[in-house]
T-cell receptor
């Protein structure tokens, strides 16, 4: 079964700075999909960004971008110009037959 | 269009009791899943369904049953509640998981005493 590892339980960043959240996964498959979800204190799960494994180009959504390294099975999330509203739990997810999540990284943006 | 609706939002059960967590979506989504969220463990997949009449087990299925008799509903049954099932439960649905990922409900906080 696929496993997803987020090695940073907690991180903090100053407002307007850049932060990178790490995610690694384990699979023997070649075609799959990767996602980052945000969970603010409201508990709602919000999709941030997705990446197809067959695409070499890294996905970008406004201030959010990924660094996808397929050979290394790494899928990190970069948040640029951090805002106070980015404070949340962030979950990395792997989709093949079903969707599996990492343990999450709690990000705090400090004013 | 209400999205994914979970009821109840909060529930306290006594050990050994049974109950059903309800999940309904009005988006005609084929894919539905149940997750539980525990501190430090992220979201763990309990059961999922790829269409009406089709269900499969996830990572942590023991103690839970599901059925999918309609496209709209995907109830999660706790057969005999245990304190280890204290958690926040999320239901999610999707029309195309590859493209859209999952849309999540707002969760049910369950406490088993």
């Amino acid at each position: 079964a696929q496993t997803v590892t987020q090695s940073q339980p907690e991180m903090s960043v100053q407002e307007a700075e850049t932060v990178t959240l790490s995610c690694t996964y384990d699979t023997s498959e070649n075609n799959y999909y990767l996602f980052w979800y945000k969970q603010p204190p409201s508990r709602q799960m919000i999709l941030v960004i997705r990446q197809e494994a067959y695409k070499q180009q890294n996905a970008t959504e406004n201030r959010f971008s990924v660094n996808f390294q397929k050979a290394a099975k790494s899928f990190s999330l970069k948040i640029s110009d951090s805002q106070l509203g980015d404070t949340a739990m962030y979950f990395c997810a792997f989709l093949l037959n079903d969707m599996r999540f990492g343990a999450g990284t709690r990000l705090t943006v400090k004013p | 269009n209400a999205g994914v609706t979970q009821t109840p939002k909060f529930q306290v059960l006594k050990t050994g009791q049974s109950m059903t967590l309800q999940c309904a979506q009005d988006m005609n989504h084929e894919y539905m899943s149940w997750y539980r969220q525990d501190p430090g463990m992220g979201l763990r997949l309990i059961h999922y369904s790829v269409g009406a009449g089709i269900t499969d087990q996830g990572e942590v299925p023991n103690g839970y049953n599901v059925s999918r008799s309609t496209t709209e509903d995907f109830p999660l049954r706790l057969l005999s509640a245990a304190p280890s099932q204290t958690s926040v439960y999320f239901c999610a649905s999707s029309s195309d998981r590859n493209v859209y990922g999952y849309t999540f409900g707002s969760g049910t906080r369950l406490t088993v005493v």
